[in-house]
């Protein structure tokens, strides 16, 4: 077995409401709370970036479980907004939490979907016995230009995913990944804030390859998605993961605990895990989560989660559910 020993999620306190946003562009709230579907986003402090808020998550995932980081053999930290151009976030938070040397670290970038091609590289590691436990982490301070329609939803959040092949509380059952050379988000090094495609986003790169990633899924597992009891999508606004999902034939209560942007926007890189840690937090043994991430550029990772019987005993461990850091 390969899945989710343990998880962990930081969500920083601070929220601005989208209303004020347009307020300050002198535009009515309705122009863009009707076309984003949120009221407001989390923002990091003065004090966070994507590193404390990665330390944050990979806290809350140890406070969890029996594991330490003294046991981790590798840990990858996925992001678009590493506080260093050359020097690793990965290490930085290897050191604070004292995972000690003898590990396997890097920084992965992929717009959103870093963190999950990180959960796969894990899983090759873990299925080939080449290592035990490795952490996953996805954290971002999601960069957005200033009066651009990304400033209304670019978030900050994080969320670790410790991965291992014993007392797995989430089996990985399969994954598969669908990638192409499609740039509809981009930023060039020295650039502060990244550039879009605009209407381009949408068929040709977010729905285009989260659907084919899910397709592939489907066909390789057998599955449809009726058998199935939850599903996450990655989550730019609140339209796309309720269209993607009626595209594909996914039911609203089958979305709906996963829907985190709802509340605190896209948190980049920890979108989709966000989702999934939201979903975990209720699911029952035996229950199956079908799980797809995108990341411009494009690409997307699909996973099939078969939730286990060590769920029951490992939530009365947990510190604190998603549901709690949204609402504080």
Not at 151 to 163: I, R
Not at 231 to 237: A, E, G, K, L, S
Not at 289 to 314: N, P, R
Request: aromatic letters at 8%; proline letters at 5%; charged letters at 20%.
């Amino acid at each position: 077995m390969v899945g989710i020993v343990s998880y962990g999620t930081y969500i920083p306190e601070f929220r601005l409401r989208v209303r004020d946003i347009a307020g300050a562009w002198h535009k009515e709230p309705q122009e863009v709370t009707g076309s984003l579907g949120l009221t407001e986003k989390s923002v990091p402090a003065a004090d966070e970036d994507a590193a404390t808020i990665a330390l944050e998550s990979a806290l809350q995932c140890f406070q969890s479980s029996k594991k330490t980081p003294s046991d981790v053999e590798a840990l990858f930290v996925g992001s678009e907004s590493h506080p260093y151009a050359v020097n690793p976030t990965s290490t930085i938070v290897g050191e604070l939490l004292g995972v000690g040397r003898n590990y396997l670290a890097a920084d992965l970038e992929f717009a959103c979907k870093a963190a999950t091609a990180g959960m796969e590289a894990l899983a090759g590691l873990i299925e080939s016995k080449h290592i035990a436990l490795g952490l996953a982490i996805g954290a971002d301070t999601a960069q957005s230009k200033p009066h651009d329609s990304l400033e209304y939803t670019s978030a900050a959040a994080g969320v670790a995913v410790l991965m291992g092949g014993k007392n797995c509380i989430a089996a990985l059952d399969s994954y598969t990944s669908y990638s192409s050379d499609t740039p509809d988000f981009w930023r060039r090094d020295g650039i502060v804030y990244p550039s879009h495609a605009g209407r381009f986003t949408g068929e040709p790169a977010y729905f285009a390859h989260v659907m084919g990633a899910a397709q592939l899924l489907m066909k390789k597992t057998n599955i449809m998605p009726e058998t199935v009891d939850y599903c996450v999508f990655h989550m730019p606004n609140g339209k796309f993961p309720r269209d993607v999902a009626r595209r594909l034939a996914f039911t609203s209560e089958q979305l709906a605990p996963s829907l985190i942007v709802d509340h605190i926007g896209n948190p980049y890189s920890a979108s989709s895990l966000m989702g999934l840690a939201a979903v975990l937090d209720i699911a029952k043994p035996g229950q199956t989560i079908f799980m797809v991430s995108y990341g411009s550029g494009a690409g997307s990772d699909a996973f099939l989660w078969k939730v286990t019987d060590q769920i029951t005993s490992y939530r009365r461990k947990k510190r604190q559910t998603v549901a709690e850091q949204m609402a504080k």
